[in-house]
T-cell receptor
Framework: AQSVTQLDSHVSVSEGTPVLLRCNYS??????LFWYVQHPNKGLQLLLK??????LVKGINGFEAEFKKSETSFHLTKPSAHMSDAAEYFC????????????FGTGTRLTIIP | DAGVIQSPRHEVTEMGQEVTLRCKPI?????LFWYRQTMMRGLELLIY????????DSGMPEDRFSAKMPNASFSTLKIQPSEPRDSAVYFC??????????????FGDGTRLSIL
């Protein structure tokens, strides 16, 4: 079985300050992990993915995430928040082999304060 | 490149009516997924296809829901008869190779369905 827990339902940061969105996962297999972003009235867009290569993964728009097996975490960070980063962020886990189902976290709503 | 295209973007209809949602996946993708998103339940996988064949429909809530994929470039999700509790945003997504190739799913912009 696999699961993912997003530790914060809502995060607010000031523009220009760092962003940290936390995600912990549970998986019986070596997982693939993703972060997706959803802007209002839009579908989900892939930010970055981890697939057992480098543990520090760089994504689009300046985001990156670090896979820490010992902590079963995959936190999303960005050094400096921009107003356009305001959106809902989903941490997602999938099994590496077979089953194509993704398991989604409940989402973290990121608000940027001007 | 064109992404996943869904139609209609918005649908408002009365309870009991048939609703058909449409999806055109990205060309060359061999997996297609239908999701439902609500505030209460978040994102739920309803069904997915591989090479036009339904693989797992365990997420389809009731017999009122059905999905088809007659060819590689088109899929439909049908609700008949519709009920107010079916109101949600329905997303279609497609990918190439599935999880075995660690390929991400690409999502459409969704259909916002309201059943009155």
């Amino acid at each position: 079985a696999q699961s993912v827990t997003q530790l914060d339902s809502h995060v607010s940061v000031s523009e220009g300050t760092p962003v940290l969105l936390r995600c912990n996962y549970s998986s019986s297999y070596s997982p693939s992990l993703f972060w997706y972003v959803q802007h209002p009235n839009k579908g989900l867009q892939l930010l970055l993915k981890y697939t057992s290569a480098a543990t520090l993964v760089k994504g689009i728009n300046g985001f990156e995430a670090e896979f820490k097996k010992s902590e079963t975490s995959f936190h999303l960070t960005k050094p400096s928040a921009h107003m356009s980063d305001a959106a809902e962020y989903f941490c997602v886990v999938s099994r590496y082999f077979g089953n194509e189902k993704l398991t989604f976290g409940t989402g973290t709503r990121l608000t940027i304060i001007p | 490149d064109a992404g996943v295209i869904q139609s209609p973007r918005h649908e408002v209809t009365e309870m009991g009516q048939e609703v058909t949602l449409r999806c055109k996946p990205i060309s060359g993708h061999d997996y297609l997924f239908w999701y439902r998103q609500t505030m209460m339940r978040g994102l739920e996988l309803l069904i997915y296809f591989n090479n036009n064949v339904p693989i797992d429909d365990s997420g389809m809530p009731e017999d009122r829901f059905s999905a088809k994929m007659p060819n590689a470039s088109f899929s439909t999700l049908k609700i008949q008869p519709s009920e107010p509790r079916d109101s949600a945003v329905y997303f279609c997504a497609s990918s190439f190779g599935g999880a075995t190739r660690d390929q991400p799913q690409h999502f459409g912009d969704g259909t916002r369905l309201s059943i009155l």
